[in-house]
């Protein structure tokens, strides 16, 4: 079933979209990991997926898990994140470094929404409760760090203020997805953003 799925998803992305992934090495063959990119649209994780043979667990906002999208995203094995209370948000993360401790791939968006600007937006906490080691100078497994370009302006993104509410970029959009070098020391919000930020740069 999942070979399926993953054939379905690449014919989709290769149909929609011109993919080119640089850096794919710097993603773990066989350990865990947490990636972390920019937020652009509603088609990050799978074309961030595209970079690794490996399933990568996307923590989604529960409302848009929950919607009639839901059975894809079961079959992805995405992980619901709630926003009602602290407690719920924190069993979520949780769930998520649980995967990295069997030796997975988590996923995350640390500025909590797609952009409205086409910037990358102020990095929220949260993301450390998956890899940091309590007193530890090490994480319990990398940061692996991943730039997308070229999706702003497509259909969905939110270039418009809303989803298909732009048209900029309809037709097979070049998108590269920058694979950046695995952060092993606990790393702020702020820094691991000026991290992305510098990703970015180097291949502009």
């Known amino acids: 079933m999942l070979l399926a799925l993953r054939f379905v998803l690449w014919c989709a992305l290769h149909t929609l979209f011109r993919v080119r992934v640089v850096g794919a090495e710097n993603l773990p063959e066989a350990t865990g990991a947490l ?25 989604l906002w529960e409302p848009f898990y929950e919607s009639a999208f839901k059975p894809f995203f079961v079959l992805l094995r995405a992980i619901p994140i709630s926003q009602r209370s602290p407690r719920e948000a924190l069993a979520s993360l949780a769930r998520a470094r649980r995967e990295v ?24 906490s949260g993301f450390e409760r998956i890899v940091e080691r309590k007193g530890s100078p090490e ?33 097979r959009p070049r998108v590269t997805v920058w694979v950046g070098e695995p952060i092993h020391e606990p790393v702020t919000p702020d820094a691991l953003r000026e991290r992305l930020l510098a990703l970015r740069d180097a291949n502009r």
């Open 139 to 171: 994480l319990l497994a990398p940061v692996v760090p991943v730039w997308l370009e070229g999706l702003w302006g497509h259909p969905l993104s939110m270039k418009s203020g809303r989803v298909l509410g732009s048209w900029e970029r309809l037709w």
């Open 35 to 59: 990636i972390v990119s920019n937020h652009v649209s509603y088609a990050d994780a799978v074309l961030i997926g595209s970079a690794t043979k490996r399933w990568i667990r996307f923590l």
């Open 101 to 124: 401790e069997a030796g997975e791939l988590a996923g995350i968006f640390p500025e909590g929404q797609i952009t409205r600007t086409g910037e990358l937006m102020p990095f929220k």
